[in-house]
């Protein structure tokens, strides 16, 4: 025979109840991600906390352990049923969570899928026009490997810079390795002193 609401509901503190009350089939699913995360980080804290006390109170009812208050605790029913209740609380949080986590998993494919298709089709448009009267492609050296790049690649590659095109310049290179050989020299002299 399942317990009136009433009687869990006496149980627990006001905050408590309303935890307990949100898991509801009926509440749950108003809930966001970020608030299922937060009462789900809740419940695990105040079911540890029972199952704990309850765990204190057993070994205090069978002599095991020095009671903490005057009196010796006679029983743990109570305590018991609250953990369980928070536990069944955290369950129902958790599989919402994995339902809603596996919803927007869904959408962000299904929104991925659809800007990637617009793409294909101008990848497969760029591919045809590029074989009908274009100039042909210039091979090109680039970081030691060849490479074949159009020549708006080429001016792209450029105009970015960087180390890509420092390469590209044999009086660069020869000063960067003047540069680290005067690093070394200095390092070892250093060393030294």
């Not at 009462?39 to 006390?53: E, F, S, V």
């Not at 765990?55 to 352990?65: C, H, P």
């Not at 810079?161 to 390469?167: C, S």
């Amino acid at each position: 025979m399942p317990k009136s609401p009433s009687k869990k509901m006496s149980l627990l503190t006001e905050p408590e109840a309303r935890l307990v009350l949100s898991s509801a089939p009926r509440n749950v699913v108003e809930l966001s991600a970020r608030e299922l995360r937060a009462r789900i980080l809740r419940a695990r804290r105040l079911m540890r906390k029972y199952q704990d006390t309850a765990r204190r109170q057993r070994r205090e009812a069978l002599g095991r352990r020095v009671p903490t208050r005057s009196r010796r605790a006679e029983g743990n029913a109570n305590t018991v049923r609250k953990a369980l209740y928070f536990q069944q609380a955290l369950s129902r949080f958790e599989k919402r969570l994995v339902l809603l986590e596996r919803q927007e998993a869904r959408a962000a494919a299904l929104a991925a899928r659809k800007r990637a298709a617009p793409r294909r089709a101008v990848r497969a448009k760029r591919a045809t026009r590029a074989t009908v009267g274009r100039k042909p492609v210039r091979r090109v050296r680039a970081a030691g490997k060849t490479a074949t790049l159009s020549r708006r690649g080429v001016k792209a590659q450029r105009r970015k810079g960087g180390a890509r095109k420092q390469q590209g310049f044999a009086s660069v290179r020869r000063i960067s390795h003047g540069v680290a050989r005067n690093r070394r020299t200095q390092a070892r002299r250093d060393s030294r002193r």
